[in-house]
């Protein structure tokens, strides 16, 4: 373990220290809010090995540790390299931010710094413990947009749910300060008319070819938007059901609206970035600034909504579920599809990839030709109903059948063709 890593030198998870210096419970605090790394004792900037003092490493370390609060865990390796002793001090990630003497650091490169307060508040909104959702926007509540509350009151009768006084209070929409009434988070990108002209992160970009579309309004309008043009731009796949044969979108309906839910619902809105989607031949990608809550993964999703008052919003006009299983959902409609979907996370960052089989689009003629195949036909009768040459449906039908679409039935001059 040790030899690897000296070989790949410092970097933003790894730090060489000769010595312990004053700073070691900085040094940690700031491996720690940036996904843990390595700290290791007896080694200079360079790599080369020079020894230390295990024990009184080990010591001093144990007692910064005292002062960073949150407690960070860590671990201690030793070894002996030609004589010299070098410690390895293991740390973890911090599952909430990190601080010590009340100030958090993060690590940069082969160096730590402060956080400034913006940064602060991202990294809190990460860990959850800051619902940036529910702060006080400097948005007066007179800009809600009068028709989209009378559509929410609609949809939250649809599930049953009753008015109540101080209702929009309650849900976390407005807040009060002296004698002034303001928008919160939640309630300015769920009730603004356009929360982009305030917030321009909060776009959803999309890329399809050469071509960037920038979707706009308030979240949920986000989605309905978003999912209408994906069904414009994804191409659709040709399936029989019963003797019917009909087109759908290569990846189903309800896993592109839970995936642009999941994208605006529970992206880190404290981090200046757009969503981007971008679609490329067979695959569609969607980039959301923000990484699972601490204690959730994507094979294990807990329902630890990053944006509760968005959640609970989003749960009463309808667009998502108590139960939380909509990654379940998608993964087994994928299966179903022959999909492949996949999650990277990163400190920042979460991206969702979906790779669906080629699919080859028919022309007007292999539609009309199918749409003629609910009974059997033979070659020749397909090329008088559509008054075309029987050279011509011959090839179609050959495509088809290359496609499993088809197949012929017969021999000779009773040769048909039918759906397969």
Same mark, same amino acid.
């Given at each position: 373990?040790?030899?690897?890593? =000296?070989?790949?030198?410092?970097?933003?998870?790894?730090?060489? /220290?000769?010595?312990?210096?004053?700073?070691?419970?900085?040094?940690?605090?700031? =491996?720690?809010?940036?996904?843990?790394?390595?700290?290791?004792?007896?080694?200079?900037?360079?790599?080369?090995?020079?020894?230390?003092?295990?024990?009184?490493?080990?010591?001093?370390?144990?007692?910064?540790?005292?002062?960073?609060?949150?407690?960070?865990?860590?671990?201690?390796?030793?070894?002996?390299?030609?004589?010299?002793?070098?410690?390895?001090?293991?740390?973890?990630?911090?599952?909430?931010?990190?601080?010590?003497?009340?100030?958090?650091?993060?690590?940069?490169?082969?160096?730590?710094?402060? =956080?400034?307060?913006?940064?602060?508040?991202?990294?809190?909104?990460?860990?959850?413990?800051?619902?940036?959702?529910?702060?006080?926007?400097?948005?007066?509540?007179?800009?809600?947009? /009068?028709?989209?509350?009378?559509?929410?009151? /609609?949809?939250?009768?649809?599930?049953?749910?009753?008015?109540?006084?101080?209702?929009?209070?309650?849900?976390?929409?407005?807040?009060?300060?002296?004698?002034?009434?303001?928008?919160?988070?939640?309630?300015?990108?769920?009730?603004?008319?356009?929360?982009?002209?305030?917030?321009?992160?909060?776009?959803?970009?999309?890329?399809?070819?050469?071509?960037?579309? &920038? %979707?706009?309004?308030?979240?949920?309008?986000?989605?309905?938007?978003?999912?209408?043009?994906?069904?414009?731009?994804?191409?659709?796949?040709?399936?029989?059901?019963?003797?019917?044969?009909?087109?759908?979108?290569?990846?189903?309906?309800?896993?592109?609206?839970?995936?642009?839910?999941? !994208?605006?619902?529970? &992206?880190?809105?404290?981090?200046?970035?757009?969503?981007?989607?971008?679609?490329?031949?067979?695959?569609?990608?969607?980039?959301?600034?923000?990484?699972?809550?601490?204690?959730?993964?994507?094979?294990?999703?807990?329902?630890?909504?990053?944006?509760?008052?968005?959640?609970? =919003?989003?749960?009463?006009?309808?667009?998502?579920?108590?139960?939380?299983?909509?990654?379940?959902?998608? &993964?087994?409609?994928?299966?179903?599809?022959?999909?492949?979907?996949?999650?990277?996370?990163?400190?920042?960052?979460?991206?969702?990839?979906?790779?669906?089989?080629?699919?080859?689009?028919?022309?007007?003629?292999?539609?009309?030709?199918?749409?003629?195949?609910? %009974?059997?036909?033979?070659?020749?009768?397909? !090329?008088?109903?559509?008054?075309?040459?029987?050279?011509?449906?011959?090839?179609?039908?050959?495509?088809?059948?290359?496609?499993?679409?088809?197949?012929?039935?017969?021999?000779?001059?009773?040769?048909?063709?039918?759906?397969?």
């Amino acid at each position: 373990m040790l030899l690897k890593i =000296l070989a790949n030198g410092e970097n933003e998870k790894v730090e060489f /220290k000769k010595k312990i210096s004053r700073d070691i419970g900085e040094e940690i605090v700031a =491996l720690s809010n940036v996904g843990g790394g390595y700290i290791i004792v007896g080694v200079d900037d360079d790599g080369k090995i020079v020894g230390c003092n295990v024990n009184d490493a080990k010591r001093k370390i144990t007692d910064h540790l005292i002062s960073v609060i949150p407690p960070v865990n860590v671990r201690f390796y030793e070894f002996n390299i030609d004589g010299k002793h070098v410690l390895a001090v293991e740390v973890e990630e911090s599952k909430t931010l990190a601080t010590i003497g009340g100030i958090a650091y993060i690590r940069i490169g082969t160096s730590k710094r402060p =956080l400034s307060i913006s940064e602060i508040i991202s990294l809190g909104t990460e860990y959850t413990i800051m619902p940036v959702d529910s702060m006080r926007t400097d948005i007066k509540a007179s800009e809600m947009d /009068k028709n989209i509350w009378r559509w929410f009151l /609609k949809k939250r009768g649809e599930r049953g749910l009753k008015s109540v006084k101080n209702l929009k209070e309650k849900l976390g929409i407005v807040k009060k300060l002296n004698d002034e009434t303001y928008l919160t988070l939640a309630g300015l990108l769920f009730f603004h008319r356009n929360p982009q002209n305030i917030m321009p992160h909060t776009y959803i970009r999309l890329k399809y070819g050469d071509t960037w579309e &920038r %979707i706009d309004g308030p979240i949920w309008s986000q989605v309905e938007k978003t999912v209408k043009r994906l069904l414009e731009i994804i191409p659709k796949r040709s399936i029989l059901k019963g003797i019917e044969r009909i087109e759908e979108p290569a990846i189903p309906i309800e896993v592109l609206r839970e995936a642009i839910v999941n !994208a605006v619902v529970h &992206r880190n809105y404290s981090i200046f970035s757009e969503i981007f989607i971008e679609y490329i031949g067979n695959t569609l990608e969607i980039k959301n600034p923000g990484s699972f809550p601490p204690g959730s993964t994507p094979e294990n999703p807990k329902p630890i909504p990053r944006n509760p008052v968005l959640y609970e =919003l989003m749960f009463e006009a309808g667009y998502v579920e108590r139960q939380g299983g909509g990654i379940e959902m998608m &993964r087994e409609k994928c299966r179903e599809y022959g999909i492949h979907m996949t999650y990277d996370i990163s400190p920042y960052y979460t991206r969702l990839k979906f790779e669906f089989p080629l699919v080859e689009v028919m022309d007007e003629i292999e539609k009309k030709v199918l749409s003629l195949l609910t %009974i059997p036909r033979s070659s020749s009768e397909i !090329a008088r109903a559509l008054n075309l040459s029987k050279p011509t449906i011959l090839k179609r039908l050959k495509i088809l059948e290359r496609r499993g679409l088809v197949k012929c039935i017969g021999r000779g001059a009773r040769t048909k063709w039918v759906i397969s």
